[in-house]
């Protein structure tokens, strides 16, 4: 028997009418609490943050995330686990939603932040960033 080759999971941009409606399609009931989440948490781990636009991204896997929409990399501190680590923003962005799904997926009925979580980890162990993300969250 021959093993069957991993399939690679792929993030695309989310423009127009499909990202007015992504939070609603990806967290139903959950929507209200993810946005506000992820920009507290980048504003508590990112002294340079100050606000801004965000890209959004779908995973062919079913997941999603959010990163900010700027060049350049972002530093941030975890001082709960001694992190520091500069990340590209696409990298940062996968980081910060990883710990808001975390986090809500402890402290919300909705099941669909474990989901999330899970299928956005899934994406992060691939990542050309991997190492700075996880050390990060963990």
């Known amino acids: 028997m021959s093993a069957q080759p991993e399939t690679q999971i792929v993030a695309s941009p989310l423009t127009g009418k499909m990202r007015l409606r992504a939070l609603p399609h990806f967290f139903r009931h959950g929507m209200t609490l993810v946005e506000p989440l992820i920009f507290n948490l980048m504003d508590r781990y990112c002294e340079e943050y100050n606000g801004g636009y965000w890209e959004f991204f779908k995973l062919s ?78």
């Open 61 to 138: 896997n079913g997941g999603f995330f959010m990163s900010p929409g700027t060049e350049g990399t972002f530093r941030l501190v975890n001082a709960e686990n001694y992190s520091d680590v500069e990340l590209s923003a696409e990298a940062t962005g996968v980081a910060i939603c990883l710990m808001a799904y975390s986090h809500l997926s402890w402290h919300s009925p909705e099941h669909i932040f474990n989901s999330q979580f899970h299928w956005l980890r899934e994406f992060a162990l691939d990542h050309p960033e991997a190492a700075g993300i996880f050390r990060f969250i963990d």
